[in-house]
T-cell receptor, first 115, second 108 residues
Framework: DGGITQSPKYLFRKEGQNVTLSCEQN?????MYWYRQDPGQGLRLIYY???????QKGDIAEGYSVSREKKESFPLTVTSAQKNPTAFYLC??????????????FGPGTRLTVL | QQPVQSPQAVILREGEDAVINCSSS?????VHWYRQKHGEAPVFLMI?????EQKGHEKISASFNEKKQQSSLYLTASQLSYSGTYFC?????????FGTGTRLQVFP
């Protein structure tokens, strides 16, 4: 079955540590996205990538970094510079293309808690 | 720039109807609608395109008023499974911008 996988589902981190969240898709989608969601809040865009080896900052990129070395993979690193990283992180993908009208598919999410 | 949704929350009894609105300060070319259940990922409901074409696959309807820069989602004869938070998404240059969200709760 085609889809998006995120791992791990739950992640605990000590303050001051970097942590990397995995996102893999086998939908052959060009575009991939990372969102952050805080309790009772909407989806805020962290980073996105329309093609391999290229990515752009979203609305809240500070304290995060990404890479897009392969079409199917878009890992997100939460660095120690992110002051309040506890949140639900969602990865998404779609066929892409500027002005894309295609639906976005979401992964199951990773819940990150900083201790 | 973020679309504004109204109302923020809705409480329904099974079988009742609801309307969720999504308003944008910018011209709309397409509007996406998603539903998210608690602790889960958002799930696509439908896309509305400028010119009236609608793409979707659930028994929930929507309208798209280009002049008012607004879209409305209509849930008729609501079921318990309709509970969740609904998000609209408007298309920016190369990404979706999600709305503020509307929390819908359906009770028996």
């Amino acid at each position: 079955d085609g889809g998006i996988t995120q791992s791990p589902k739950y992640l605990f981190r000590k303050e001051g540590q970097n942590v990397t969240l995995s996102c893999e898709q086998n939908l052959n989608h060009d575009a991939m996205y990372w969102y952050r969601q805080d309790p009772g809040q909407g989806l805020r865009l962290i980073y996105y990538s329309q093609i391999v080896n290229d990515f752009q900052k979203g609305d809240i990129a500070e304290g995060y970094s990404v890479s897009r070395e392969k079409k199917e993979s878009f890992p997100l690193t939460v660095t120690s510079a992110q002051k309040n990283p506890t949140a639900f992180y969602l990865c998404a993908s779609n066929l892409g293309g500027y002005g894309s009208y295609n639906e976005q598919f979401f992964g199951p999410g990773t819940r990150l808690t900083v201790l | 720039q973020q679309p504004v949704q109204s109302p923020q929350a809705v409480i329904l009894r099974e079988g009742e109807d609801a309307v969720i609105n999504c308003s944008s300060s910018k011209a709309l070319y397409s509007v996406h609608w998603y539903r998210q259940k608690h602790g889960e990922a958002p799930v696509f409901l439908m896309i509305l395109l400028k010119g009236g074409e609608q793409k979707g696959h659930e028994k929930i309807s929507a309208s798209f008023n280009e002049k008012k820069q607004q879209s409305s989602l209509y849930l008729t004869a609501s079921q318990l499974s309709y509970s969740g938070t609904y998000f609209c998404g408007t298309l920016g240059t190369d990404k979706l911008i999600f709305g503020t969200g509307t929390r819908l709760q359906v009770f028996p």
